[in-house]
């Protein structure tokens, strides 16, 4: 580390550095740190280094943790906490704000508008400043909102959408009789058997066609909410004797209902979904609110529509309020000031009804920044997580001049972040390193930026202070073939022709907005999903959105690797997902005492019960219960969070117990598990996409998006490549340290190899200019988006203008091309 700060500490109340003593948080080895306020600072380093844990887990978790302790304790109970960190002392810390990717499970009904709180500013617009219909009475701001009793349109409850059931959705084919499951809704195996019985028993003609049952009939078995119990005497079945039993009816209606609400296994709930008609309101007409908050406009329309309009387009309606005065020009402009900060972030191509589940991280992250922007907070701590993910290099730069206006009214920005142009604007650079996970964890430097280019250990250095030569490029494959997709009309794609060479690396480029994820994530993907006769996502709304498709003959398989988490509990994990685990629990179960016992690879799973801790159910943590404070989870008493009872703990291979394995990071278990080739392969895999750091028994929900797409791309890469498969990929480079990106593209490129092809999302420049093809959307986002500006190898993208092309010209120059 190279020391910067004065060794002679002055008073906290003057001091101008936040010191950091003691730090030991996750693999953070006893870390000292000297970082300075009122700056612009990056903590910058490889993935799993330890830059979140000292950023986050250290700084902001102590900042928070001091808030926390002045607040009154009832109000505590109202707080979500982080932990007091494993840390000496920290001095000079001021308040901090964390801005962070990671989602608060948000809902269908929060949206653009909610997070930003601009919906509270254009309902108050309505409320006091609209123009009402003659006679109605004047409507209080809630009246405006789909989320309230008052305002929510009593039909759809203020979702705009309905799903009900109809009798074409769950009888299919009325030529069947109800014994051949004409009630296609209804469950398979024994459950759908015990209805027809029931039904039978209950005197309805079961094999007759359902076209000729009578009318009465049909409406009964299909939607009535009545339950009637009656005895089955069921048909004697492959010599089997089946006693008598009581039966309970269940409508086609009901059933369909209870699953998609109650059940937990996600393929009943699709299988159910099928059978559902989903449309707009009929009441609302998707509009979401009651007809007389409908009936009140500004400048000539009504709040659904506005709150419909790209960013951008609702700014420019505004504006003329802006020349009067009075409630409306005050309400106006403050609505118009706080979008354009919105759309200097590259952001103005979104609605303010825009579901927030539909945003990515970075969208969202970007959302809070801005609104962070006008709050008018000044001495305070942002702590940012990777602001520039998700954005083309063209809006990186508005990105940078938003974090120098927070810098300028007084604020310190510390900031977790990968992308090299923010790094070069930094005024202070703190690396952590020099590898990942437990051979990371130490200061490599800490101080100005430039002073890096002395730092041989540094990961970071040559990325930006390039040095020698660049490599010559390597020639773009020939593609095998081309999928062609005609009339996609969807979202902002409207009518568009799209090309997608085969047996190559094909990158999608373009500014936020511009349509890369609805044409390759969804039409694309969808489309081909469908010609594979697999489900695809939205029920496969997007495939239907394509007019016309050639060359799907050629696509055999369909991969997508998305940043959708591998599970949303701590019960899954690093290890149960990519089936590691199932190789370790039958090594245990090979030992001489587990043999000896009569333990079976059962026992050692922590989700069954016999070898787990039944205390804690193998969840190594119980939740305690506080009065008058919020409830926290604990270490499980019993287990000390091993997960497992003493019994399956004294099993042991090499000296471990199955607990012990779990804890190992993936780097230590390929030479512990050297000799087990189930689990070694794997183990490679995981390695050569940069996650060697992570531990085996790493909970999903201590994973970042980055992490979980990894994770199933190296659950797809250990599989045997059988070539003609398409892979989709959605931005795979965010969360990655340029070295990382590296070794990732090494694999995806070996896909190719392997005759695949690979279509990937990507801003990430330096991804396009090792593409053998490249397809640029835009030329804008939202409605000035959808179109292809430039398809073909990267140079000729790099000189057919628009947004991409200097980023592309610039990185293809870099990269020798």
Avoid at 37 to 46: H, I, K, N, Q, T
Avoid at 49 to 56: D, I, T
Avoid at 139 to 168: I, K, Q
Avoid at 688 to 705: F, H, I
Wanted: aromatic share 6%.
């Amino acid at each position: 580390m190279t020391p910067s700060a004065d060794p002679a500490t002055p008073h906290p109340a003057h001091d101008p550095f936040v010191r950091v003593r003691g730090a030991r948080e996750h693999n953070l080895r006893g870390v000292d740190v000297d970082i300075p306020r009122d700056a612009l600072v990056v903590f910058a380093g490889v993935s799993g280094s330890g830059k979140s844990s000292l950023a986050f887990g250290t700084v902001y978790a102590e900042a928070q943790r001091r808030y926390f302790e002045s607040v009154a304790p009832y109000a505590r109970r109202l707080i979500h906490q982080v932990g007091a960190p494993k840390v000496g002392e920290i001095t000079g810390l001021p308040p901090a704000v964390a801005l962070e990717q990671r989602r608060s499970a948000p809902t269908s009904r929060s949206s653009v508008g909610t997070v930003t709180t601009l919906s509270n500013s254009l309902r108050m617009l309505f409320s006091r400043a609209g123009a009402y219909p003659e006679g109605a009475a004047r409507l209080d701001s809630d009246a405006f909102s789909p989320n309230t009793p008052a305002g929510a349109c009593p039909e759809c409850h203020g979702l705009g959408r309905v799903h009900r059931v109809t009798e074409e959705s769950l009888v299919p084919d009325p030529s069947l009789s109800v014994r051949e499951g004409a009630v296609a809704a209804w469950p398979g195996a024994w459950q759908g058997k015990n209805l027809r019985d029931i039904l039978a028993a209950l005197g309805h003609d079961v094999d007759r066609p359902w076209r000729e049952l009578p009318a009465a009939d049909r409406e009964w078995i299909l939607f009535t909410d009545e339950q009637p119990v009656v005895t089955v005497h069921p048909v004697r079945d492959a010599g089997r004797i089946q006693r008598p039993y009581k039966g309970t009816y269940m409508s086609a209606k009901r059933y369909v209902l209870h699953t998609v609400a109650e059940s937990r296994s996600a393929a009943l709930r699709a299988r159910a979904e099928r059978h559902m008609v989903t449309g707009p309101c009929p009441v609302c007409d998707g509009r979401r609110l009651r007809p007389e908050a409908l009936a009140v406009t500004f400048a000539g329309h009504d709040i659904a529509t506005l709150a419909a309009m790209p960013l951008s387009g609702l700014a420019a309606t505004l504006r003329p309020a802006l020349d009067g005065d009075g409630a409306a020009a005050t309400l106006a402009a403050d609505l118009v000031a706080r979008i354009e900060v919105l759309t200097e972030l590259g952001l103005g191509y979104l609605g303010m009804d825009r579901p927030t589940p539909t945003l990515s991280s970075g969208e969202l992250q970007r959302l809070r920044l801005a609104t962070q922007l006008r709050s008018g907070l000044f001495g305070v701590v942002y702590v940012l997580d990777e602001p520039s993910a998700g954005l083309h290099p063209a809006d990186s730069a508005a990105l940078l001049t938003v974090l120098d206006r927070l810098k300028a009214a007084g604020n310190s920005l510390f900031v977790v972040e990968h992308h090299m142009d923010v790094v070069r604007r930094a005024d202070w650079i703190v690396e952590v390193g020099p590898h990942a996970g437990e051979h990371g964890g130490r200061i490599l430097y800490s101080g100005p930026v430039a002073g890096l280019a002395d730092v041989a250990a540094s990961a970071t250095r040559r990325f930006v202070f390039p040095e020698g030569p660049a490599a010559e490029p390597r020639a773009p494959r020939r593609p095998s073939g081309t999928l062609r997709l005609r009339g996609i009309t969807r979202h902002n794609l409207q009518g568009l022709d799209a090309d997608f060479p085969l047996g190559v690396f094909t990158a999608v480029t373009g500014v936020s907005g511009s349509g890369k994820s609805t044409l390759v994530g969804q039409a694309l993907a969808d489309t081909v999903a469908a010609h594979l006769d697999e489900t695809a996502e939205n029920g496969g709304t997007a495939g239907r959105a394509v007019r016309a498709a050639e060359g799907l003959d050629a696509v055999h398989r369909l991969v997508r690797v998305d940043q959708k988490p591998i599970g949303r509990t701590p019960r899954s994990n690093l290890a149960t997902y990519t089936g590691l685990f199932d190789a370790v629990r039958k090594v245990f179960a090979a030992t001489d005492g587990a043999r000896e016992r009569g333990y079976t690879a059962g026992r050692f799973s922590f989700n069954v019960t016999g070898g787990r801790c039944e205390v804690c159910q193998g969840e190594g943590f119980v939740a305690v219960e506080l009065l008058f404070l919020p409830g926290a989870y604990a270490p499980c008493d019993a287990c000390r969070g091993a997960r497992y009872n003493p019994g399956t703990l004294e099993i042991t291979y090499r000296g471990r117990n199955v607990a012990e394995v779990l804890d190992l990071t993936v780097d230590t278990a390929v030479d512990f598990l050297a000799d087990v080739p189930a689990a070694r392969r794997g183990l490679r895999t995981l390695q050569d996409v940069g996650l060697g750091y992570l531990r085996l028994g790493q909970p999903a929900t201590e994973l970042s998006g980055g992490e979980a797409q990894r994770i199933k791309l190296a659950t797809e890469l250990q599989r045997t490549h059988r070539g003609h498969t398409l892979y989709v990929l959605d931005e795979p480079t965010t969360g990655l340290h340029p070295a990382d990106t590296e070794l990732l593209l090494r694999q995806l490129h070996g896909l190719v190899d392997a005759g695949n092809t690979v279509v990937v999302v990507e801003h990430d420049m330096a991804v396009a200019a090792g593409a053998d093809h490249v397809i640029d959307m835009g030329p804008g986002g939202g409605a000035a988006g959808g179109r292809i500006v430039a398809a073909g190898v990267p140079r000729e993208v790099a000189g057919a203008g628009g947004a991409t092309a200097p980023y592309l010209l610039a990185a293809l120059g870099s990269a020798g091309g």
